[in-house]
């Protein structure tokens, strides 16, 4: 940003020089700054959630999140290159300044010149009516008493100095100078002040080999906080159509319309983000693998926006309509279901997590052309069981929620992770169920389902089901390679505190008791347990190891969130070494790390796909840290 300057003459103190940006007035122009279409909502359509930004804290304990309910995008600088033209040249302002007998008089007096550091460049600049006002500026520059910048010395060039371009960071491949480049890349600023890319901003001027690998960092991921951030990137892209093979990744995830318009009229006649430029948007970005929405832009998407996304752009793996579920979403769905569908999608990726309002005719026609799929997120759709059987066996699902989707039957459930192809190799499955209103899987089911688990699994919610304490022996194995763990109903702490121990034997059983393997747990989720159903004396009590040292690694253990202030006033959970921290409507118990314990896990894991904390309620389709929106529906909400 430019300095205010003074300038230092002699008579009256002069104005601070403010630039022209900063006389510009800040509040937006309704006219020109367009956010979201003017629509009326149906009866039927649900009421679209507050935006919530959800960030991962860079703090030493798990579980700890930041929480505000604007985007720490959307009070950055708006520009990424700046797009507005080079302010013109200052014309040279003179001063004249009236002698002291005679301050009205208009013909005596003196006239004083601007500083060099002003751009004057002698009196032969003052024009008077078109003509000089002096043509000494000569014997002024003879005499080196011109107001301008002196000569700058010549500098010795260094003899060990490589030639441009020649240096060693220059000489290294693309691929690795993008990797070391990615690094000064902040996806999500540290506080809402500080600049962001900077550091890029500055290898931009470097050298033409650092500015062309700078180039693919600042726009291979983009992400729109509000539509005027939209209205520029559209704009840079629509000039430079280079630029926009470059982009990547399109990110909505931190968007937010309240951001620049608090009224609903004033986004009623915005046209910055619109279903035509968004499509405009799209026919630039060729070469986009990654589309990330979610419902604050439900209604820009509409059935052109979905054609070219699953028909038109040939590169595309990753698709997020997370809580999109307007009527006209719904619509959109609808009238490209009579398209001609090709026999295979290319999107590996996707979630259409919470749209609860598209039918299961979406689903039996998307799925059977997912021959590629790795990540399924179907949480509170209505699939069907005929849906879910109809992926191809081809695909290599890594990822798959199906909590809440009430229409799929628990028989094809189990049936389907035990013979379908595709699921041999699961790393995160969520079957849960919000027990007051649904249960999908009662005792008879769980004892079917926990033996067939694959060994691949590393997070398991079998939240919501109807348990009982044989199905402990069944979750013992897991634990030996599960690092998250949300477990049913009607079990006691005693029987939960088995998954951590051994059992007693006596003597004549120790010659057949296989030999005690550690469990693996970090997370354990026991929110379907009430305040009154949870015996928190024997949770705390001596007797019990699930609270103690010994149960380690266990770091989290997620409760319900009526128990948040009664825990957090309790001086015997920091007694045995943990804490409670909470966001939004879940609360966890977290172990606290002392020096003594060495150095603590990031928790940062491969199949995570960039959060770092325990317990997300959503997959991630693309590898990038928690923030916006998704950190909402990961780490703030109930299932």
Known sequence: MDQTTISPVAGPPSRPHIPAKLKQNPMPDSSNDMDHRGHTTPPDTPSRSSFSSVREADL???????????????????????????????????????????PNSKLHGCWFPAVAAEGFQGWKQIGVKGRQASRSYGDLQALRIVWSNPASPTKRKDPERPAPGQSSIEKLP?????????????????????????????????????????LNALYKNITIPHSRIFRKFLAHIAQNQELGTIVRRLDFSHFNPTTLFSTASERATTRNLTPETLMQCLELAPFLREFLAQEYVEDEIDASVLNKLFFGLERLQGIDFCGCSSASFKNAFQLILSSDWPEALSIS?????????????????????????????????????????SIPHNAKITHLNLSKCKLLSADVVIDFLKDHPAVKGLVFLS??????????????????????????????????????????????????????????????????????VPDEVNDDEMDWQPEWVPHTLKYLDLSDYTAAELDLITLFGRNTSIMKKYSSPLEVIEVTDDLYVR?????????????????????????????????????????????????????????????????????????
């Open 60 to 102: 030493d304990m798990a579980q700890t999140f930041t929480s505000t309910k604007f985007s720490s995008y959307s009070r950055q600088a708006e520009e990424v290159i700046d797009d507005q033209p080079s302010p013109p040249a200052m014309a040279v302002q003179p001063q004249f300044v009236p002698p002291v007998t005679q």
């Open 174 to 214: 693309t691929e690795l100078l993008g990797q070391i480049i990615d690094h000064l890349v902040i996806d999500v600023p540290p506080n809402g002040i500080s600049a962001r890319n900077v550091d890029l901003m500055c290898l931009l001027l470097t050298s033409r080999t650092l500015h062309s690998a700078t």
């Open 349 to 389: 990726r996707i979630s259409l997590h919470k749209c609860i309002t598209l039918p299961a005719s979406v689903f039996e026609t998307l799925l059977p052309r997912l021959g590629n799929l790795t990540h399924l997120d179907l949480s509170g759709a209505r699939v069907t069981d005929e849906a879910l059987l």
């Open 431 to 500: 079957l849960g169920a919000d027990a007051r209103s649904h249960q999908l899987l009662d005792e008879d089911d769980l004892s079917k389902l926990i033996p067939i688990l694959p060994q691949t699994l590393r997070s398991l919610s079998l939240k919501g089901s109807k348990m009982a304490p044989s199905h402990i022996d069944l979750l013992r194995p897991l634990t030996k390679h599960l690092e998250e763990l949300a477990l049913g109903r009607r079990l006691k702490i005693t029987d939960i505190d088995r998954l951590f």
């Open 567 to 639: 825990m957090a006033k309790s001086s015997v959970v920091r007694q045995l070494g943990w804490t409670v921290t909470e966001n939004g409507s879940r609360a966890w118990l977290v172990r606290i790390h002392g020096p003594e314990d060495g150095p603590r896990d990031s928790g940062l894991r491969p199949w995570k796909m960039g959060a770092s904390f325990w317990g997300m309620r959503k997959i991630p389709v693309a590898s990038a840290e928690v923030g916006g929106m998704y950190g909402s529906y990961m780490f703030k909400r109930k299932l």
